[in-house]
């Protein structure tokens, strides 16, 4: 069992583009604010973008800033990732996650519910 699920990940040419969504069980009385994570293989899992329960703040990591563009639907229980321009350094399993709040967080260990990940491998 997982408390989200992402979807959209595979295998694509470096400038090639990727949009992977995440869907939340969150009931709609809560605010959270959603984030995206990943990992690459010997590496510590980072912060890639955030978004606020409102959908009017978001957040991302210098490394994807200009390329990535994170976003919520509406009803406010998905969320989005639009990967342009990808690079063979962005590949990693990326994770979806969720935190109690309104506000956006590049903090993982703020974030209380995790997705299992999905793969983006971009090849050179």
């Known amino acids: 069992q997982v408390p989200l699920v992402e979807s959209g990940g595979g295998l694509v040419q470096a400038g090639g583009s990727l949009r992977l969504s995440c869907a939340a069980s969150i009931r709609t009385f809560s605010s959270y604010a959603m984030g995206w994570f990943r990992q690459a293989p010997g590496k510590e899992r980072e912060f890639v973008a955030a978004i606020s329960w409102s959908g009017g703040n978001t957040y991302y990591a210098d490394s994807v800033k200009g390329r990535f563009t994170i976003s919520r639907a509406n009803p406010k229980n998905t969320v989005y990732l639009q990967m342009n321009s990808l690079e063979p350094e962005d590949t990693a399993v990326y994770y979806c996650?969720?935190?109690?709040?309104?506000?956006?967080?590049?903090?993982?260990?703020?974030?209380?519910?995790w997705g299992q990940g999905t793969q983006v491998t971009v090849s050179s």
């Open positions: 996650a969720a935190r109690l709040g309104t506000g956006v967080s590049g903090s993982g260990r703020e974030y209380d519910r």
